[in-house]
């Protein structure tokens, strides 16, 4: 545990930027001036140097979110947009570099950050840029037999209706019909040039053809010989459709490769067509188990772009109590989900798991009362919440055998914060933390270290388990946090074990967040939740670019919005967590055992719906 | 000493498995206890297992729970205008749906073919529906609501999940039965029980007649 030190006000982290490297790079970069927008235009030819310098002289040696944009009609090229942080705290530095639609290139920021790996491979996949230098760009979350780059604007989808929704089909004269009865593009799957199915290998696969070394490798007294297995994608150790390529030596990791994109449903281009209101129910779908939180980040991140234009009133404070109140219990369920699924994972099948999950049963009750869905809550506005804390938690009888509960909210809201919840993270704790079995599977386990967790943008508990103390909530304090007393829970062996402490420090931590909420809550009860007009289906949302991140329990999720002024966002982009966590894997998973990988795996905590997004 | 971690975790197991039936003592061992005792089984003092035996016992859902939109009606004895459409087509509905699988057909006077404010067809494909509440939300004439009914299971999926108007209307009585509260605040809202149209008519007759 350690208090993070207090953040220190800067100059705009552009001004600051443009000062220290303007004599070195002259005019290779210049300020984006487009309204609304700001960072730096880096000319891709000296990208990779200023990438360096960024990291190297400026101190922002974090990068958060690489995620591209296309500017079709609007300049017509490409935009790959860098946010990089010092793990320090403080505001991002965003860069940027454009590049012709046509032939797209851009060198890659592999070699300065690893952890751009994944993130450039799906900037490739749906968006076409090519990243010289790459080690491994390949199609990530598509197959090869996909025909062009989905996020493209002038891509259309099969049961492509208009380009932006709402549907002018659907109202004042809607001939109803089913999407399989009426597809203007008919049987419009289309292959890439040259692409046959027969012989069609997934490149995965291909490691089965590489040559395995034929000789023995004697370790100590064991002959071991090499193997390649595909571990997944339907196996219950991968939390979902996940596949990881392994070769062993042995049992010995020599090589790890995630294959991923099995519920790839390109949530992106959805966004792009939604209207900004309609984007916020689809938010609850990335990571199904925090479906609050995921609200919050977009919620923040169209807030700060509305923040742009001249009337906006900012949350009210019982809204952002509210906000938080949500964001903490759900980083709760979380975290008794993963860590009780870890523990399934090391093979201690169902028992803890089901202890883990119970009291999430009573959080997610009082969800179900206060947002109408137990997990898909769809429960933030542009502004605040969609309605205030009910006063009872009750129901009525309307189906046969349904029993029926009454319980005042606020009670039982303390209830579960200062008895329940503190008292069940305390026996799990008592229940498997000193646990022989599980000490021995996990210390030493998944080691990852300081550099590498910031080389490869980890984020969340992994990030924190590898002793960097770096949480969103303190280092760019958004909503009530900063009055809020809390630590930053942090380890520093960076291992399983390590992760599986930080999930339970920070559960602890979130119910001292909780206890103070709950005052919050009670000191502005009966004031409003939600400042502006309500009924505001449309809201106007200012031109511009923002990134709403918050801390989610899985790591810092991002959303980097767009908007060109109209009814729907330009850009939409989720940088989520679990699949940016995923790019340390291979790192953390070699020369250990393949049992050994399936609780790396459970300790990264992934999610197959933020995943494959 | 080595293996009193595994044992220390067992006992907390064990005390987890007897809390899980104090409950059932309490209330006599009877297979089924008896419906009082269930907000105590399912409530903060319960210190077992939550498991409820679906489906011989069902929780009620919270007046809030959001399953697939249905229209309100008039209530079918009401004095004036017996199961009158609340809807107005607006259209609103139909233009915040995230997946779009809400088709409205704008209602016209034959006479004047002017639109008129009442639906010729509402049609919703609870196929596509993500329950995420959205129309009811911002439904100006709460004429929209969501249901509480998720037991929709059915064989044919092709035949019988597109809902027309017929299927998807419900008397206002029905919404007052599920969400009393809910339902008296938004009465509150309007300025009375009534559709606001109503209640705007109405308030334009005393006025007149004053």
């Known amino acids: 545990m350690s208090e993070q030190a207090p953040v220190v006000e800067h100059a705009s982290p552009t001004d600051d930027a443009l000062s220290h490297l303007e004599a070195r790079f002259g005019d290779a970069i210049r300020r984006d001036e487009r309204e609304g927008y700001d960072g730096l235009l880096v000319d891709p030819a000296r990208l990779l140097d200023v990438a360096r310098a960024v990291r190297d002289d400026l101190g922002y040696d974090y990068l958060s979110s690489a995620t591209a944009v296309d500017y079709l009609d609007k300049g017509d090229h490409l935009e790959m947009v860098y946010h990089a942080y010092r793990t320090a705290g403080g505001p991002p530095l965003v860069f940027k570099a454009q590049t012709p639609r046509e032939n797209a290139v851009l060198p890659s920021l592999c070699p300065v950050w690893p952890g751009a790996d994944f993130q450039e491979r799906e900037a490739w996949d749906l968006m076409g840029i090519r990243f010289e230098g790459h080690p491994n760009l390949k199609r990530i979350l598509l197959w090869e037999g996909f025909a062009g780059h989905p996020l493209r604007k002038d891509w259309k989808e099969p049961y492509f209706e208009q380009e932006n929704k709402p549907f002018d089909s659907r109202w004042p004269d809607g001939q109803v019909w089913r999407a399989e009865e009426h597809n203007p593009y008919g049987r419009n799957v289309q292959y890439p040039p040259g692409f046959t199915l027969e012989g069609y290998q997934p490149p995965a696969e291909e490691w089965f053809e590489e040559p395995i070394p034929g000789d023995m490798d004697v370790q100590r007294d064991l002959n071991s010989d090499r193997l390649i297995v595909s571990m997944g994608p339907q196996h219950p150790s991968t939390h979902g459709v996940f596949r990881m390529m392994v070769k062993l030596n042995g049992e010995t990791i020599e090589r790890l490769e995630p294959v991923m994109g099995y519920l790839h449903r390109n949530h992106e281009k959805i966004g792009e067509r939604n209207t900004f209101i309609q984007n916020m129910p689809f938010t609850d779908r990335l990571d199904y188990l925090t479906s609050l939180s995921n609200n919050f980040g977009y919620a923040m991140g169209v807030e700060k772009l509305m923040a742009l234009g001249a009337r906006y009133s900012p949350p009210t404070r019982r809204a952002e109590a509210i906000r938080v109140l949500m964001a903490e219990l759900t980083r709760l369920v979380s975290h008794f989900w993963s860590v009780g699924f870890l523990m399934n994972d090391l093979g201690a099948f169902f028992t803890p798991m089901m202890f883990a999950v119970e009291e999430r049963e009573l959080v997610l009750d009082f969800f179900e009362a206060t947002t109408g869905s137990r997990m898909m809550c769809n429960y933030l506005r542009f502004g605040g919440v969609a309605n205030d804390l009910p006063e009872r938690l009750r129901s009525e009888a309307s189906l046969i055998n349904d029993r029926v509960r009454d319980f005042n909210t606020m009670e039982y809201l303390w209830e579960m914060i200062f008895e329940r919840l503190p008292r069940a993270v305390d026996q799990f704790d008592e229940y498997l933390t000193t646990n022989e079995i599980v000490t021995n599977r996990c210390i030493g386990v998944g080691t990852l270290t300081r550099e590498d967790a910031i080389a490869y943008s980890a984020a969340g508990p992994v990030l924190r388990a590898s002793g960097v103390p770096y949480d969103v909530r303190r280092a760019e304090p958004y909503s009530i946090y900063p009055e809020l007393e809390f630590d930053v829970a942090v380890r520093y062996h960076g291992d399983v074990y390590d992760r599986y402490l930080v999930r339970l420090d920070e559960m602890r931590q979130s119910l001292r967040i909780l206890q103070q909420v709950y005052n919050i809550l009670k000191a502005t009860e009966g004031e409003p939740f939600f400042s502006g007009r309500g009924g505001m289906y449309s809201p106007r949302i200012p031109a511009g670019e923002s990134y709403g991140r918050v801390e989610n329990p899985k790591g810092e999720l991002g959303y980097y919005v767009i908007s060109d002024g109209g009814q729907n966002p330009w850009r939409y982009h989720v940088r989520a967590p679990s699949f940016i966590n995923l790019t340390a894997l291979e790192r953390m998973c070699l020369g250990h055992k393949v049992a050994d990988v399936v609780a790396i795996l459970g300790s990264i905590d992934i999610l197959l719906g933020e995943v494959d997004r | ?210």
């Not at chain 2, 929780?59 to 004095?79: G, S, T």
């Open chain 2, 1 to 210: 000493m080595y293996g009193t971690g595994i044992w220390r975790g067992m006992w907390i197991t064990l005390n987890h498995f007897v809390n899980t039936y104090v409950e059932d003592v309490k209330w006599g061992f009877k297979r089924h206890v008896p419906t009082e005792a269930f907000p105590s089984r399912q409530g903060m003092e319960q210190r077992g297992v939550f498991t409820v035996e679906y489906p011989d016992e069902k929780i009620a859902v919270p007046e809030r729970f959001r399953f697939i939109p249905f229209l309100v009606v008039e209530n079918y004895d009401h004095p004036d205008r017996p199961g009158h459409d609340w809807c107005t087509s607006c259209g609103i509905c139909a233009k915040v749906c995230p997946p779009q699988c809400i088709w409205i057909v704008r209602g016209t006077d034959p006479e004047t073919g002017r639109p008129k404010p009442e639906p010729e067809d509402f049609h919703i494909d609870i196929d596509i529906c993500m329950n995420c509440g959205l129309c009811a939300e911002f439904c100006p004439f709460d004429a929209i609501k969501m249901d509480h009914d998720y037991e929709l299971a059915s064989y044919d999926r092709t035949g019988n999940h597109i809902f027309d108007k017929a299927r998807l209307s419900k008397e206002f009585r029905y919404w007052q039965s599920i969400a009393p509260t809910v339902a008296e605040k938004e009465a509150e809202a309007r300025g009375g029980w009534e559709h606001k149209d109503v209640l705007k008519a109405r308030a334009k007759e005393a006025k007149s007649g004053s």
